[in-house]
T-cell receptor
Framework: RKEVEQDPGPFNVPEGATVAFNCTYSNSASQSFFWYRQDCRKEPKLLMSVYSSGNEDGRFTAQLNRASQYISLLIRDSKLSDSATYLCVVNILNNAGNMLTFGGGTRLMVKP | DAGVTQSPTHLIKTRGQHVTLRCSPISGHKSVSWYQQVLGQGPQFIFQYYEKEERGRGNFPDRFSARQFPNYSSELNVNALLLGDSALYLC?????????????FGEGSWLTVV
């Protein structure tokens, strides 16, 4: 079983739609949680951190459920520019250092 | 301010050869990590260095090695290249070695092994 699991998609949605991505993680020692965005053939870029209380950044809302080891990302009013791969990421500080563990990514395609 | 810089951006090597990839972290950052991203997958952790010491190593063979220099720049070395080493190699820097530090990625080095 992968440490961080995501539905690979692709999710094909029209502009203006609301889309939700989910992610589960297996390591209960995970300390920090993030969503990264990666455009084709580019480096991952931090989209937002994820907190248990839930957090919102404009059209993006992230939620963490530690008990269920579940992370979500909601995108409202999708734009063409939201088309990308969204990576669910957990940060584990253990004897392997401060390492990010990535899911395989969920591909989003927003169509006109 | 310059972000994380990596070189070379693209390179092609032959099986069995050796490669060295270089990374300069954001000014003031003392931690550098390396990740391998094979096409269609998420990045996989290779190494973390903090204050010139190895802090962590992922599940990669001994053909992979790295070091961090006094100016906090870093090199990733891969010996005896295999076709499966073809990937995007990402360097990431952060201020410190703690889980709460934001991690910033460079644009990566695209390695093709033929």
């Amino acid at each position: 079983r992968k440490e961080v699991e995501q539905d690979p998609g692709p999710f094909n949605v029209p502009e203006g739609a609301t889309v939700a991505f989910n992610c589960t993680y297996s390591n209960s020692a995970s300390q920090s949680f993030f969503w990264y965005r990666q455009d084709c053939r580019k480096e991952p870029k931090l989209l937002m951190s994820v907190y248990s209380s839930g957090n919102e950044d404009g059209r993006f809302t992230a939620q963490l459920n530690r008990a269920s080891q579940y992370i979500s990302l909601l995108i409202r009013d999708s734009k063409l520019s939201d088309s990308a791969t969204y990576l669910c990421v957990v940060n584990i500080l253990n004897n392997a250092g401060n390492m990010l563990t990535f899911g395989g990514g969920t591909r989003l395609m927003v169509k006109p | 301010d310059a972000g994380v810089t990596q070189s070379p951006t693209h390179l092609i090597k032959t099986r069995g050869q050796h490669v060295t990839l270089r990374c300069s972290p954001i000014s003031g950052h003392k931690s550098v990590s390396w990740y391998q991203q094979v096409l269609g997958q998420g990045p996989q952790f290779i190494f973390q260095y903090y204050e010139k010491e190895e802090r962590g190593r992922g599940n990669f063979p001994d053909r992979f090695s790295a070091r961090q220099f006094p100016n906090y720049s870093s090199e990733l070395n891969v010996n005896a290249l295999l076709l499966g080493d073809s990937a995007l190699y990402l360097c990431a820097s952060s201020l410190g070695g703690n889980a709460g530090n934001t991690i910033y990625f460079g644009e990566g080095s695209w390695l093709t092994v033929v």
